[in-house]
């Protein structure tokens, strides 16, 4: 399955780069983006909250969760349309990959940052529910892979690495060598400028992924 991760311009310096950084956040932070932001973005306020009634009292089932999120693909580029599932990355990338690559990429790239006895990855199609009541095929130990219905459009297809207990890790940051064993696809935003792509574009040869661009000839000879 073809999937595609939209970045925005600041953040995708960082990946375009002969030093190229992966990002795993961890589920609170979706929580408090949508507190911060509204629920038009990425985040979602019941993201991996169980709640459930006994004896008229309500509980809360929290694990700690590092989580990279994508949108699935119909074919190995996305649509115009597309661009329009996050209102911030029209000026940004698109980064095309596989869950294959992707999930490879993560067991190898973490296996000496994340303790396997600690933290086990998981990675699924996003559910999604009305947010009220959950539904009958809701599990709590999948709950990583549930987001209300107004977030759909995002097509999102998740990779978690989970824990069993709460773990003060808010953001992992970490530098690859080899961003082409996940990175397929690189396409430029329609409302990205032409300086912006001609940085990113020499950034791109530096870090040996100019191959990786989409149209890079076509862009390249621009003024």
Request: aromatic residues 12%.
């Given at each position: 399955?073809?999937?595609?991760?939209?970045?925005?311009?600041?953040?995708?310096?960082?990946?375009?780069?002969?030093?190229?950084?992966?990002?795993?956040?961890?589920?609170?932070?979706?929580?408090?983006?949508?507190?911060?932001?509204?629920?038009?973005?990425?985040?979602?306020?019941?993201?991996?909250?169980?709640?459930?009634?006994?004896?008229?009292?309500?509980?809360?089932?929290?694990?700690?969760?590092?989580?990279?999120?994508?949108?699935?693909?119909?074919?190995?580029?996305?649509?115009?349309?597309?661009?329009?599932?996050?209102?911030?990355?029209?000026?940004?990338?698109?980064?095309?990959?596989?869950?294959?690559?992707?999930?490879?990429?993560?067991?190898?790239?973490?296996?000496?940052?994340?303790?396997?006895?600690v933290w086990e990855l998981k990675d699924g199609e996003v559910q999604y529910y009305d947010g009220f009541f959950h539904p009958p095929t809701f599990d709590t130990m999948t709950a990583p892979f549930w987001k209300r219905k107004q977030y759909e459009n995002q097509r999102e297809y998740r990779f978690a690495f989970l824990s069993?207990?709460?773990?003060?890790?808010?953001?992992?940051?970490?530098?690859?060598?080899?961003?082409?064993?996940?990175?397929?696809?690189?396409?430029?935003?329609?409302?990205?400028?032409?300086?912006?792509?001609?940085?990113?574009?020499?950034?791109?040869?530096?870090?040996?992924?100019?191959?990786?661009?989409?149209?890079?000839?076509?862009?390249?000879?621009?003024?």
């Open positions: 399955m073809y999937i595609v991760q939209f970045i925005p311009l600041d953040i995708a310096f960082s990946i375009i780069n002969e030093y190229s950084t992966f990002c795993l956040r961890n589920i609170t932070y979706f929580r408090n983006l949508e507190e911060q932001c509204g629920n038009k973005v990425a985040g979602d306020k019941k993201e991996s909250i169980v709640e459930f009634q006994e004896n008229r009292r309500f509980y809360e089932l929290l694990a700690a969760t590092l989580i990279t999120c994508w949108t699935k693909l119909v074919s190995d580029s996305p649509y115009a349309s597309d661009w329009g599932i996050f209102d911030d990355r029209a000026n940004g990338i698109a980064i095309v990959s596989t869950v294959e690559c992707v999930r490879e990429f993560l067991l190898r790239e973490t296996e000496h940052i994340l303790d396997k006895n069993s207990s709460i773990r003060n890790i808010d953001t992992l940051i970490f530098s690859t060598r080899d961003p082409k064993a996940y990175i397929k696809k690189v396409c430029f935003g329609p409302g990205m400028n032409e300086s912006s792509k001609h940085k990113l574009l020499v950034h791109a040869i530096g870090a040996g992924l100019a191959g990786l661009i989409e149209h890079f000839d076509d862009v390249f000879k621009k003024p």
